[in-house]
């Protein structure tokens, strides 16, 4: 068929982290790349980074490296390993407190690295340009994308103050949290945006090397351990100071230094906005963090020239637009930097990118390159990691700034180590899955709720004090014990660990469809007021949330929800991902794993539908070829997120009517976003309302492996 991708031309705004790297891997699959970037050649004039000088590189960002097989590159030149934290606890005023080291892991391989980011970039950058069709320019920044016309352009104004505009066939915007194409693309019908900032801000202070150190003249090689004579602290370690609502964290840099980074509320007590004058600069600090003080030579003067920057989460939908122009990096997802994610996070956006690239290669339409096919597979795939990510990040803020000094915390950590000791394999705490593998974010999260169940089963048998008095062998297998049966679903009052539940709550504020009745609570009796009972009467659609259709709701003379066998809703069941932009329907060939199905029910995540809290009406719907293929694949039920299997403004219901034809029942609403495809068991049965054309569920899934 001739195509080549040498034939395609690919844009990318921003040479920064995401984009230098994704030049790398379009280069290595032959695309035509050019990378635009607004500052200077650092080749030229040295990195001018405004932000954090070292960021924390882990699994996911080094396996993105080593998609483009920039890994070992990067780690032999710049790495230096942080297995822990070395925790500096608050103490009485003007006197030191011992610092205690808390291991990530109990394993001794897992650690986070440290690299410079000003390194880490210029390395990427010289990566791209080793390949002959990367173009790179400099001093150009995007102000705008034309949507419009046959080609989409970026329209660039250089520093003189002339605009530039260059075609593309894609073009990808990965010019930061604050991006000029994402900007662009807000301009877009129905484009979803938000972004939320933090009451704390953060500001850079330094550490330099150990005054005696010899000076660093060659780098240590591949990533091994780096001098601790050179350094003022010990350097294999993220560093915090933990207090209360603010913090300070120093990560090493590879010249013997540490870049701290201080997180405090703008306003308020202990804040930036309070603390200007240079007496109180130093006072403060000899106060809150009197062992960093002699470390920190030009404390003040760095405090004080040094910028205060904001902390902000960006969110958005889509991620692409038309198939040709698409948001990578923080252009799509802005995140805090408590869990040390975003650029981990952006790269592998750039694995994905480039392997959705690979499953749907671009399709020629006219004169034209159309990336529908994996534009819309990328964003579903990433989009409700993003998210898991975002959330993660802020939660981890409380966690370091906080809890990170509170025994209970520390002894709560310990049986998290113990528990995973013991149970290997079963149990792996939420920060080493995101930070130590590659296990999908939204899938980490999940995982960690329910060992956070765990946890506290385990602590309420085995409280803190109790090392004390049995001993650490001793408590160790206890822990290991108690463990073992809330694991196995006994005496816990949590539950089975393993349901995973797919129930949107019902909230005063939860939509319903457009028209129909919202759910509210009548409260006839209240204990609060001095009744005897609390009771209250519900009244609402039955199509709430997760809900079972009757076939009553879409056929004269059919069975009420009431009437429908209950097997078609407890038993083994498939869920599957469709990659199918919104408002469009799913067809077989959006989804994977179709092959495979070989359970009566099917459970279908289009990611088109993210809450009942803010209705969105371009969801996805089923197509007829697709209830037809599941048909004959036996299938007897298919559930969906979306609250219909038929689009928002479709009258005629053509997949409602192929599901009464097939005789399938339909569930509807489920909340699959943190469900990886795979095989569970499902029980979701409705109540038993005869005759009535719908009821909701407590959907849950337990996974079948
Ligand atoms: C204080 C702090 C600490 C952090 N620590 C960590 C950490 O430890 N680990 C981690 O994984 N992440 C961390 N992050 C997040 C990380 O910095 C980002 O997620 C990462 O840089 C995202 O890469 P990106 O390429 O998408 O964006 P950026 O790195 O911001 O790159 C965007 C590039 O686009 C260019 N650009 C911007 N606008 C335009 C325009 N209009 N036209 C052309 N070019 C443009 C910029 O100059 C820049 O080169 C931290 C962030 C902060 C703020």
Redesign the pocket.
Known sequence: MGRSNADIHVLI?????????MACYLAREGYRVSL????SDPRAHGYAGG??I?????AR?IAGLAGAGLDERVMRSDAIRMPGRMIHPPGPPNSTTPTYFLPYSHDPKDA?NSVS?GGL?LTLIKAAAEHRSVSLTFD????DVDLDSPAPAAI?QKPDGSITRVEADLIIG????????RGRLQKTDRFEYSQSYLEHG?K?LHIPPAPNSAPRTSAPSANSAVESSSFAMEPHALHIWPRGQSMMIA?PNRDGSFTC?LFWPFKGPHSFENLRTPPDIERHFREHYPDAVPLMPTLVEDYTRNPT?S?VTVRCWPWQHGGRVAL?????H????F?????????E?CTALSRCLREHPPERSGNRWDFTGALSAYQADRKPNADAIADMAVENFVEMRDKTGQPDFVYRKKVEQAVHHAHLGTVTPQYNLVSFSTVPYAQARQRGRELDRVLDAVIREVPRGSIETLGDANWRSRVAEVAGRVLAGGGSSSGDKRLIDITPAITPTTNVWPGDTCPSREVLCDISRGDNITLSTLRTTVHLGAHADGPNHYGDKAPSVGEMPLDHYIGPCHVIAATTPSAQRVLPQHCTGLDAIRHPRVLIRTGTFPSFESWNSDFAALSVELVEALAAKGVRTIGIDTPSVDLQDSKDLPAHKAILKQGIAILEGLDLQSVAPGEYELIAAPLKLMGFDGSPVRAVLRPLA
Do not use: K, W
């Open positions: 705004a921003g040479a920064g982290l995401a984009g230098a790297l635009f970037e607004r500052r932000r954090s070292n960021l924390a590189l882990s960002g986070i980011r970039n150009h920044f995007c102000i660039f990965a010019d930061g949290a604050f991006s000029g194409v953060y850079e990560l980074t920057s902390l990578l990096g923080d252009a799509a802005a995140i805090v930097p869990y040390g994610q975003g650029m981990n996070a952006a790269f956006d």
